[in-house]
């Protein structure tokens, strides 16, 4: 993470997330660095359905999709990344452990996450194996599968220019 945030620094492009599952690791994974504050705009922790619809999540793509679906967390990367007018907006949405019984789509281990950068969008969907794995465990996966992700659509940016 920490090339990342160099790399976001340097070029002046903001960043924030919308998470669920994995309660605000990323944030703090992308806060853990000097300089920081320079990019990050700011996260929400929206771990129930209506804290992601107070958020600005459109209610009914949770009610058609489910809200551990792609098009969730796509919905979450746009809702944060317009509520703090940043250029990069995450979404991450999933089961970590144990079925979740007020959601009928809930499958451990399937995470989905979104990353809207400008015009460009990265949808990812996990499988992940979490038998033996603690909360903990699962989501410093989540977050390195997004890292990842954010490295990877700076290569190819850095590839355009």
């Known amino acids: ?27 703090s994974a992308i806060t853990d660095y000097e300089g920081s504050s320079a990019v990050f705009k700011g996260a929400f922790i929206t771990y129930s359905n209506e804290a ?10 949770i009610e058609e999709y489910g809200v551990y679906s792609r098009e ?5 990367a746009r809702a944060c990344r317009d509520a703090y007018q940043a250029e990069i907006g995450v979404g991450v949405t999933g089961t970590t452990g144990n079925i979740d019984p007020e959601n009928a789509d809930s499958i451990p281990g399937e995470i989905f996450y979104t990353i809207l950068w400008g015009k460009r969008k990265k949808e990812c969907r996990l ?7 603690s909360r903990h465990e699962i989501k410093k996966c989540i ?12 290569d190819h ?3 355009e220019e």
């Open 1 to 27: 993470m920490e090339q990342i945030v160099k790399y976001l620094i340097e070029h002046g492009i903001s960043i924030s997330t919308m998470e669920s599952c994995t309660s605000g690791l990323l944030a």
């Open 52 to 61: 992601k619809v107070m958020q600005g999540v459109p209610a009914e793509l």
């Open 72 to 76: 969730v967390a796509e919905g979450m």
């Open 127 to 133: 499988d992940m194996d979490t038998a033996g794995l």
């Open 143 to 154: 977050v390195r599968e997004i890292t990842k992700s954010l490295g990877e659509m700076i």
């Open 157 to 159: 940016s850095e590839e």
